[in-house]
């Protein structure tokens, strides 16, 4: 026997124990996966040693992962893994908000606020005015979607990379009678994601930066609409052609608006200047 026939045979000992696996979907990922990963390993002609470290990398990302820090996301992310199955999964309607990744950073559980409040509960940074409308790919508007919003604050860190439980710079609101939506929060500052685990590691290892350029996360659910994931980036920023983890789409981009001192669209006087967003979210009706 060769040594391709060997290996081969390897491969088709595990392809024939899953023969029986009685859910067709759970069987096809399984074979797919397994000619895939046997296929990486014959062609790089993986060593031993190589095959310890990635073990070891793996688990290492396992241990730092927890309720706060998805590491796992994280890799997913800067493999560009997340994107791709951001792209596989995009709405059918052209009409429709882009969507992107999810990124390691959303927390269940984030306080509800009046249409109109304030997300930024204390997350260091300039005022932003965030407002627009929620409607189907029809036009027709949607009230009472669920707009969940959580961002880094000027320092580029969101609230659970602070010690204690703190919570800013997230929370949720519903969309109005005619889909309109408003909150108030920090303009979003660009940041590294976090490189002091083994996903830093990878990318040190490979010549790659981490930065992120300034954006502003929304999760959008509204009744007989599919669930968007989606940012507001921030137009100018330097790292918009150099996202670590490729999230950057142009439709997404937007104007954070600067302005003086001086009384915001809600009435809000503010002695400092201010920013404001205004983009609107179209959502694709379920299929």
Known sequence: MTQQEREQ????????????TKDDRLRELLESLTRHLHGFASEVRLTQD?????????????????DHRQEFILLSDVLGLSMLTVGINAPVSSAA???????????????EVPLGGD???????????VSGTVRSTDGTPIAGGR???????????YDVQYEGNRTAGRGWLKSGPSGEYRFWSVRPSAYGI???????????????GAMRPAHLHLKVDAPGHRTLITHLFAAGDPNLDRDAVFGVKDSLIVEFVEHRAGTAPDGRILDSSWASVAFDIVLEPAA
Request: proline content about 6%.
């Open 50 to 66: 190589e095959w310890e470290r990635a073990i070891g990398f793996l688990t290492r990302v396992g241990h730092i992962t927890d």
């Open 194 to 208: 976090p490189d002091d685990g083994p996903v830093g590691e990878l990318l040190a290892a490979a010549g790659r």
């Open 147 to 157: 707009i969940e919003a959580w961002e880094a604050d000027e320092d580029g860190l």
């Open 9 to 20: 045979a390897v491969t088709d000992a595990v392809l024939a124990s899953f023969e029986q």
């Open 119 to 129: 997300i930024a509960g204390g997350a260091k940074g300039t005022p932003c005015w």
């Open 97 to 111: 908000t882009e969507s992107t990744v999810f990124g390691p950073f959303f927390v269940e559980g984030a306080p």
